[in-house]
């Protein structure tokens, strides 16, 4: 099996999102972990730009061959950009999850809350044990 | 489902094996006094011969489609059915099915499907048509709370001349969701909502238009699809007669962004009431939000043609609370019904089914209109229902045509009570000619 990779730059939640903080803004997805357990991704549902959501809360789903899985942010914050392309190419959350996946950008309304996000070495061991329980 | 008898034997083994020494052990979570104490009053038991006398009597009090001339529409219609649906959609294969959650052994029943979908997109000119719902008015309301979800918005614009049941419907779904319907009137003078009549808002989810109306009157689809598309709201368009289809323009070429209905005319009976069809097609950029099954086409490895559900993972039984729609089932055998209907009539046939309907109600209705003290109410055009306006009360009308065996229309007091004089008459391929001049006589005798 291939290794999953966790950039040291993104911040992740325990639902298997991750958050880049560019300039104030947020670039949100969801981790390699999470792509290659949901399988082939054949569409995603985002929100619109300009929609409000709270830390945890559900901001849109993304299908897979298997199930729709909800899609929960990271911070609290408004979306300014979502990722167009994902409408015809659901398929770039599989090939590129960090990169070319990703969904929502948003402007941070309060960014303490990133401080009760995991870093990537955190996640890896939080990873590590849900691949133990899966077993 | 089976019933499955047991002996006293059998019975005092199962409480054994749970534990129970008596069967009111057995109940004991039932409080006390919500127990029966005394044995239930039910009549003695009847032998086979007895009970079968019993229920033939009883049949024989219903008056059957076969037995009068039925001149009532308004949302059920009296077709005549070719032999060859009861004889195929009896066969074990689709009778006893229930969800072909298995591909693998249900294939004929997922195609048969399939061709229904296909059939029923081919007929309203839309892209997709789902394996459809329970019936005409549940279709509707389902497409109401899609238009929410596509729209976020929360009114609903819908024409007073939609199927008044209907509308009680879409009420009972929305009512404790917060969504405002607003009605729109019908012309007095035509019986067609006029376009310029219809005012939807930034906030209106949908308009609902009927087409032809609760009245027959057909509807100018595309004015008011250009009215709802303005301002963003969506175009739901209900079809209560499908046969109409087979010479009206389908609604998918005139604006509208899903199409409901119900599909008991093709080929479903009577049946004093159900099971009926409910018909739901919309465009595909919209397939994500539409409600209840799919069935797709797909390939297998080695590119064989099979049939599957799809889009199932949106379905409840999967996801729960969180399910496009509490819909997860469908009326399968009605709607295969329909599929072996629209395939033994094809294009041709059809388009003559509904020129008959059309010049049948045209003819009765410019006799009826030549009889003094009955007129047409309104001006519009209509497929193969009118509304007649009665100088004599209308009960009495009726009562009449009830005694020569006619079942003669249905008053519309009760729906629409600015119509007290006036009452609703359905004419399809199914009467006969005698049956339309006993008609006029009755009129003319009165």
């Not at chain 2, 534990?19 to 038991?45: D, M, N, Q």
Request: glycine share 6%; with cysteine.
């Amino acid at each position: 099996m291939r290794m999953a990779t966790y950039p040291e730059d993104c911040l992740y939640t325990r639902e298997h999102e991750w958050i880049r903080v560019e300039d104030d803004v947020g670039v949100i997805g969801i981790t390699d972990y999470a792509q290659e357990a949901l399988g082939d991704i054949v569409y995603v549902e985002l929100p619109s730009v300009g929609d409000h959501f709270s830390q945890g809360e559900p901001f849109g789903n993304v299908e897979s061959v298997k199930a729709v899985s909800e899609l929960y942010m990271p911070v609290s914050g408004e979306v300014v950009e979502i990722n167009e392309d994902l409408a015809e190419s659901p398929q770039l959350v599989n090939e590129d999850p960090y990169g070319d996946g990703w969904m929502v950008k948003i402007t941070l309304s309060d960014p303490t809350e990133l401080e009760t996000l995991m870093s990537a070495s955190e996640y890896e061991e939080y990873v590590k044990e849900e691949r133990q329980k899966e077993k | 489902m089976r019933y499955i008898p047991n002996s006293p034997q059998e019975r005092a083994e199962m409480l054994r094996e749970i534990g129970c020494a008596t069967i009111e052990e057995l109940f004991r979570s039932i409080p006390e006094k919500f127990r029966l104490r005394e044995p239930l009053r039910l009549p003695a038991a009847r032998s086979e011969a007895e009970l079968l006398a019993f229920f033939r009597e009883l049949a024989a009090r219903n008056a059957a489609a076969t037995e009068y001339a039925v001149f009532l529409g308004a949302g059920a219609y009296h077709h005549f059915i070719p032999s060859v649906v009861e004889v195929l959609i009896s066969r074990a294969e689709f009778f006893t099915v229930y969800t072909p959650y298995q591909p693998e052994i249900a294939q004929g029943t997922l195609q048969a499907l399939f061709e229904y979908q296909t059939l029923i997109c081919q007929l309203t000119g839309m892209e997709v048509a789902n394996a459809s719902l329970y019936d005409g008015s549940t279709a509707l309301a389902e497409a109401v709370l899609m238009a929410e979800r596509l729209t976020h918005r929360r009114e609903i614009l819908m024409a007073r001349s939609v199927h008044p049941e209907y509308r009680e419907v879409v009420r009972t779904y929305t009512r404790t969701l917060g969504l405002n319907v607003r009605l729109m009137e019908y012309d007095p003078e035509t019986g067609s909502l006029q376009a310029r009549t219809v005012t939807p808002s930034a906030e209106t989810a949908a308009v609902i238009v009927q087409s032809p109306n609760f009245f027959g009157v057909i509807e100018d689809l595309e004015a008011i699809a250009a009215r709802a598309h303005e301002v963003g709201a969506l175009f739901i368009v209900v079809i209560t007669e499908p046969i109409s289809l087979g010479l009206l323009r389908p609604p998918g070429e005139l604006g509208a962004d899903i199409v409901v209905g119900e599909g008991q005319s093709f080929g479903i009976p009577l049946s004093f009431g159900g099971p009926s069809l409910g018909i739901f097609a919309t465009r595909e950029r919209f397939v994500r939000q539409m409600p209840g099954r799919i069935v797709g086409q797909a390939f297998d490895a080695q590119g064989r043609r099979g049939f599957v559900m799809t889009l199932a993972t949106r379905e409840q039984y999967i996801r729960r609370e969180r399910a496009t729609s509490n819909i997860c089932t469908s009326q399968e055998l009605c709607a295969i019904m329909a599929a072996i209907y629209l395939s033994t009539m094809g294009p041709r046939g059809l388009r003559d089914v509904a020129e008959q309907n059309a010049q049948k109600a045209a003819y009765l209705a410019r006799e009826i209109a030549r009889q003094s003290g009955f007129r047409l109410r309104f001006s519009g055009s209509h497929f193969n229902e009118f509304v007649v306006h009665s100088e004599h009360p209308v009960a009495l009308v009726l009562e009449r045509l009830r005694e020569r065996k006619i079942l003669g229309g249905l008053p519309l007091e009760r729906y629409y009570p600015e119509l007290r004089e006036c009452f609703l008459v359905c004419v399809t391929e199914a009467i006969p000619r005698s049956a339309i001049e006993t008609y006029v006589r009755v009129l003319d005798e009165l």
